[in-house]
């Protein structure tokens, strides 16, 4: 095969490109206001020019095609994986999670493609037990958080009752970048703590088009709203004397998180989150491999794939592998290798994730998010690379709190449903279990959202000729364990070990109360928390 000549790019153009994108992922509890905020912030960056294309009033949920029917009417790059836009000379990636409904490992995978995460808090709910499951990840990754409180017209919890949640429950400092001017209910606008002033925030009708801003000084934000300033003032003195300033290097090591106020829903702090990114996020940098070297971003082309999406349809074409780009320039049409196989993967057809008509980026630069179709031989996790070969630590695995046994429907196919289970399992798609007792033709599968279910189902029908039946299992919790201990925990009560297709001996447990009464017995049994243990 011969190779596309590559366009020429100097390593300062590559630099440049890399230092100049922002990528991030929203974590949050499903309706916090993830679909309103990222409609808000293309608002606010004039990627779109009302509000109510995605996000209706009614309180529509956004779907993949009206992103795509956006994406040919606004021209703004946008995949079922990451939407980018230009905001102040930097390019944007915010690469989704997938909410409440489709929550999956693939939620979790997300946090390794992304260089910082914006954690939504809704401000009457505080911290809710998603975002801490993914805040949990985030930990784990050492990513830089940025908090923003939202629903701040309506009423809520203090400002400063969150701020205490926060560093008690996350343990990373908070520092406030804003404060909230009027208590929760009654948003008037924030006090700027970095360059100190009121910003005046005002509605627009239906909160469709970016709210009206205005920055007055200190005085006159106290002679406009009495008390109301002169308390956000004097709580912003008591944050400062306290130590919850601002401080870049903190933040980049994950030690305190910036925080903003805003109410999405009326575009109120939408931009000031927008230039917190800008100013204060990390761009993308040079990334560790297996053995530890960092591959700087202006090198050869590399990239990673961190999530694969199959069988959404029955066309051959419709394996999907997303790769976050870590380091040189991509261009459609480059034949890279699979670092796993040593095998060329042609990229011919990155585009289409992109859209019909509008001028796809044919290039794609450190950071970014690149969607590879008919990739039906890659799979999570996998690293590619143009000439200089590397190889990206694999993704971590997560505790999955779902299980079912699995058997065909039909055992005249059980070689279908070997080639099936083996096939999703590689691809990441559910996480493949099995013991002696349970024999092979009857995996247990375990699942971090039960909707990886329904894929297993779909994919295993349609993809394999497959049938299968599932049989809910009572287990809520899995712990790592070893041999020494297996043989005892089998024997107990409402616990079963399995052995995972990684070689991890997981232990079940039918619920988390099982699993302490048997920790607290059994003192000297290992039982070690999987990824994230919150
Ligand atoms: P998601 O599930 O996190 O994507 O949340 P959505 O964006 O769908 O929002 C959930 C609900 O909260 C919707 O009814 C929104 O209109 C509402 N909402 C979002 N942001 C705000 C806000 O700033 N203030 C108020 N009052 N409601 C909001």
């Known amino acids: 095969m011969t190779r596309p000549t590559t366009p020429t790019v100097s390593n300062v153009d590559i630099f440049t490109q890399a230092y100049k994108r922002r990528t991030f992922a929203v974590i949050s509890h499903p309706d916090a206001g993830k679909s309103t905020l990222t409609e808000a912030l293309l608002l606010h960056a004039h990627a779109i020019d ?3 294309a995605v996000h209706g009033k009614a309180g529509r949920r956004g779907t993949v095609s009206d992103w795509m029917a956006m994406e040919q009417a606004r021209g703004i790059s946008v995949t079922s994986a990451a939407i980018q836009f230009e905001y102040r000379d930097t390019m944007i990636n915010l690469v989704d999670t997938p909410g409440h409904a489709d929550f999956s490992e693939d939620t979790f995978r997300v946090l390794s493609a992304v260089d910082a995460a914006v954690m939504l808090v809704d401000a009457s709910k505080g911290l809710e037990p998603q975002t801490m499951k993914l805040f949990e990840v985030c930990r784990q990754h050492g990513l830089p958080v940025i908090t923003v409180i939202n629903k701040w017209d309506r009423p809520g919890k203090s400002a400063l009752d969150l701020m205490d949640e926060i560093q008690d429950r996350t343990g990373l400092v908070p520092t406030p970048l804003t404060w909230p001017v009027g208590f929760a209910g ?54 400062h004397a306290e130590g919850h300033d601002h401080d870049e290097a903190l933040f980049l090591r994950a030690t305190t998180t910036p925080v903003l106020f805003c109410a999405a829903v009326l575009n109120f702090g939408v931009h000031q989150l927008l230039d917190a990114l800008v100013e204060f996020a990390p761009p993308a940098l040079a990334r560790a491999d297996i053995t530890g070297r960092q591959r700087p971003v202006n090198g050869d082309f590399s990239g990673f794939v961190f999530k694969v999406q199959s069988g959404m349809n029955a066309s051959h074409r419709d394996h999907v592998a997303f790769v976050r780009v870590c380091s040189g320039m991509f261009h459609r049409g480059m034949v890279l290798t699979q670092a796993s196989t040593g095998r060329p993967f042609a990229t011919k057809y990155a585009q289409q994730m992109f859209g019909r008509e509008r001028t796809m980026a044919e290039q794609a630069w450190p950071g970014d998010i690149v969607g590879l179709i008919n990739a039906a031989s890659l799979r999570v996790g996998d690293s590619l690379y143009d000439s200089e070969p590397v190889e990206y630590p694999p993704l971590p695995v997560f505790a999955p709190e779902y299980f079912r046994a699995l058997s065909p429907a039909d055992t005249s196919k059980h070689k279908q449903f070997r080639r099936g289970i083996d096939q999703l399992d590689h691809e990441g798609v559910i996480q493949v279990m099995r013991s002696d007792l349970r024999g092979d033709q009857a995996p247990v599968l375990g699942a971090v959202g039960p909707m990886q279910f329904d894929v297993v189902e779909e994919r295993m029908t349609h993809d394999f000729g497959a049938g299968i039946r599932m049989e809910t299992l009572p287990y809520q919790i899995a712990r790592r364990t070893d041999r020494a201990s297996a043989g005892r925990l089998d024997s107990l009560r409402q616990v079963e070990v399995l052995t995972r297709s990684d070689d991890t001996l997981l232990a079940l447990f039918s619920t988390p109360w099982r699993f302490q009464a048997v920790a607290r017995e059994f003192p000297d049994i290992v039982l070690e928390n999987l990824s994230p243990s919150v």
């Open 186 to 239: 009654e948003f008037h606008g924030v006090l700027d703590r970095q360059s100190p002033g009121f910003v005046r925030f005002t509605r627009t009708p239906g909160g469709a088009t970016a709210a009206i801003e205005a920055r007055t000084t200190a005085t006159a934000a106290t002679a406009e709203l009495g008390q109301d300033w002169t308390n956000a003032a004097e709580e912003s003195a008591l944050l």
């Open 50 to 52: 009302r509000a109510g």
